[in-house]
């Protein structure tokens, strides 16, 4: 049976419409979340990763992310910390999805190598320590040539997880003012400029001479900073990398909600102590795709990514926790 010329153009134009339509019905979604600066490459990193939907990352610190999750303005959250107690929303899960360490970056020309501790980074911060040939600092670096330079401490200014983190190490190791219940730079007697967001540290830093700062990793390898190794709870001054840190996490105390405990003077072998995880806030009835994009990142992009931006993937009992904490969300 013939067919008209106007019947096989109408057949062809048929199936180019539905193969147009299919596709666009399987468009991916779109998944917004803002929040922790420290994670802020990784989930740059993973932002297109899941096939389900796309990401867009606001980057404006932990605070504010969490101020964001909770009046509902973003899929899902990242935050360094938690909830001030009594604060929190309701029906949601804390998630840890990656760590990393929080490197003491400075910038002090002629020098590459600089031991530190708890206390005598908590003096620095204090104004206590005020040149970077002082005694206390001398003490830790025998036989390196240090500058009677003066010290420039560079600290989180917004409300910042990394801050809460390196306020509960200091607390903890070094004492005294430290262990106020307070943001960093509310501790009485804090000195130094206030920077904003993580790269904002790393910038001061980089352009300061005679900085101090504190930040992660990847903001640090990113701008071609120098970092201090920092005495752990085995004796050792450890250099920040991926390994250090993972040896440190790795040890560390999760509860079933998803939180971890830290105890900064855990005596890990290369271990490096000033260490943190990074955790998605995500509701018990939230969309789909904020599960699979948090599953996808813990199982496959993290694993992938982490360690090339000095991330720490989470592994073991605390990936575990995770995945269970993912499957409790939709």
Same mark, same amino acid.
């Given at each position: 049976?013939?067919?008209?010329?106007?019947?096989?153009?109408?057949?062809?134009? =048929?199936?180019?419409?539905?193969?147009?339509?299919?596709?666009?019905?399987?468009?991916? &979604?779109? =998944?917004?979340? *803002?929040?922790? *600066?420290?994670?802020? %490459?990784?989930?740059?990193?993973?932002?297109?990763? !899941?096939?389900?939907? +796309?990401?867009?990352?606001?980057?404006?610190?932990?605070?504010?992310?969490?101020?964001?999750?909770?009046?509902?303005?973003? /899929?899902?959250?990242?935050?360094?910390?938690?909830?001030?107690?009594?604060?929190?929303?309701? #029906?949601?899960?804390?998630?840890?999805?990656?760590?990393?360490?929080?490197?003491?970056?400075? #910038?002090?020309?002629?020098?590459?190598?600089? #031991?530190?501790?708890?206390?005598?980074?908590? %003096?620095?911060?204090?104004?206590?320590?005020?040149?970077? #040939?002082?005694?206390?600092?001398?003490?830790?670096?025998?036989?390196?040539?240090?500058?009677?330079?003066?010290?420039?401490?560079?600290?989180?200014?917004? /409300?910042?997880?990394?801050?809460? %983190?390196?306020?509960?190490?200091?607390?903890?190791?070094?004492?005294?003012?430290?262990?106020?219940?307070?943001?960093?730079?509310?501790?009485?007697?804090?000195? &130094?400029?206030?920077?904003?967001?993580?790269?904002?540290?790393?910038?001061?830093?980089?352009?300061?001479?005679?900085?101090? &700062?504190?930040?992660?990793? *990847?903001?640090?390898?990113?701008?071609?900073?120098?970092?201090?190794?920092?005495?752990?709870?085995?004796?050792?001054?450890?250099?920040? +990398?991926?390994?250090?840190?993972?040896?440190?996490?790795?040890?560390?105390?999760?509860?079933?909600?998803?939180?971890?405990?830290?105890?900064?003077?855990?005596?890990?072998?290369?271990? !490096?102590?000033?260490? =943190?995880?990074?955790?998605?806030?995500?509701?018990?009835?939230? %969309?789909?795709?904020?599960?699979?994009?948090?599953?996808?990142?813990?199982?496959?992009?993290?694993?992938?990514?982490?360690?090339?931006? *000095? !991330?720490?993937?989470?592994?073991?009992?605390?990936?575990?926790?995770?995945?269970? =904490?993912? +499957?409790?969300?939709?």
């Amino acid at each position: 049976m013939k067919r008209s010329l106007a019947g096989v153009l109408a057949a062809v134009a =048929l199936v180019a419409t539905v193969g147009l339509t299919g596709p666009a019905a399987m468009a991916k &979604g779109s =998944l917004t979340a *803002s929040g922790s *600066s420290f994670a802020n %490459n990784i989930m740059q990193a993973c932002k297109t990763h !899941y096939s389900g939907a +796309d990401l867009t990352y606001a980057s404006v610190g932990s605070g504010a992310g969490r101020t964001a999750f909770k009046s509902g303005t973003t /899929s899902f959250g990242m935050s360094d910390g938690t909830y001030a107690a009594g604060t929190q929303p309701s #029906n949601f899960v804390y998630v840890p999805v990656v760590g990393g360490p929080i490197s003491l970056d400075f #910038n002090v020309p002629g020098v590459k190598k600089i #031991n530190l501790d708890g206390p005598t980074i908590g %003096n620095i911060y204090l104004g206590q320590i005020k040149t970077w #040939n002082d005694a206390a600092i001398a003490k830790l670096n025998k036989g390196v040539k240090l500058p009677n330079l003066a010290i420039q401490p560079i600290y989180r200014g917004d /409300s910042s997880g990394t801050s809460q %983190n390196f306020t509960n190490y200091l607390g903890m190791i070094a004492g005294g003012a430290w262990k106020s219940v307070s943001t960093f730079n509310t501790i009485p007697g804090v000195v &130094g400029t206030a920077a904003t967001g993580g790269a904002g540290v790393a910038t001061a830093v980089k352009n300061t001479v005679g900085a101090l &700062g504190y930040g992660d990793l *990847s903001d640090a390898v990113a701008n071609g900073l120098t970092y201090a190794s920092v005495l752990n709870g085995s004796g050792q001054y450890i250099h920040p +990398d991926v390994r250090s840190a993972a040896a440190f996490l790795s040890v560390q105390h999760v509860a079933n909600n998803g939180i971890v405990t830290f105890d900064y003077k855990s005596p890990v072998r290369g271990g !490096y102590s000033v260490s =943190l995880v990074s955790y998605a806030l995500a509701r018990k009835d939230g %969309n789909a795709d904020v599960k699979g994009f948090l599953k996808d990142f813990v199982t496959s992009c993290a694993p992938t990514n982490a360690a090339g931006l *000095s !991330y720490v993937a989470i592994s073991g009992s605390l990936k575990a926790k995770a995945l269970d =904490l993912i +499957d409790q969300i939709g």
